[in-house]
């Protein structure tokens, strides 16, 4: 299924669309495209926020660009990476049989596929502001990325991939 059909289907059952994905086989290209268009995605909800920033404080908004696509693009997927597999340790350690694979699909899959809400929450930053909404909305996506976590977390770990 492609990832455009994925996406709404993770937000009715992640745990189902985990076990579709690994169902697929081993494909680590795979996992570092999803991985890579998460923190892309990640990196494009932080414009408007950046933009309102350097019109706000006078500060060069290309440096502020320059210094998010590097935390984005190239630190986020190492330290998403760990993530993975201390999630997969922490697993194991409560007798789950799935693979580092499995827990490195869990986790970027949860990345991308809430990835709207992180391009709303960014919307909310550029044009709200700091405030009660923008709480709101960041408090529905770490709701939601921990929901899709957790859910495609339990389903590759019970090993019935």
Not at 122 to 134: K, M, N, S, T
């Amino acid at each position: 299924m492609p990832v455009t059909r994925d996406i709404p289907a993770t937000y009715r059952g992640p745990g189902r669309v985990v076990r579709r994905l690994l169902a697929a086989g081993h494909r680590e290209d795979r996992a570092l495209a999803y991985l890579m268009a998460g923190c892309v995605l990640m990196f494009l909800a932080q414009l408007p926020r950046l933009a309102r920033e350097a019109h706000l404080t006078g500060q060069e908004l290309n440096m502020l660009m320059g210094a998010s696509l590097m935390a984005w693009v190239f630190v986020a997927p190492l330290m998403l990476y760990c993530v993975a597999a201390l999630s997969h340790i922490v697993a194991k350690l409560m007798r789950g049989r799935g693979t580092w694979y499995s827990a490195r699909i869990a986790l970027f899959w949860a990345l991308l596929a809430s990835s709207p809400l992180v391009l709303l929450n960014g919307l909310v930053a550029g044009f709200i502001g700091p405030g009660l909404e923008l709480q709101l909305v960041g408090l529905a996506w770490i709701s939601v990325f921990a929901w899709f976590w957790i859910g495609g977390m339990l389903a590759a770990e019970k090993g019935a991939v």
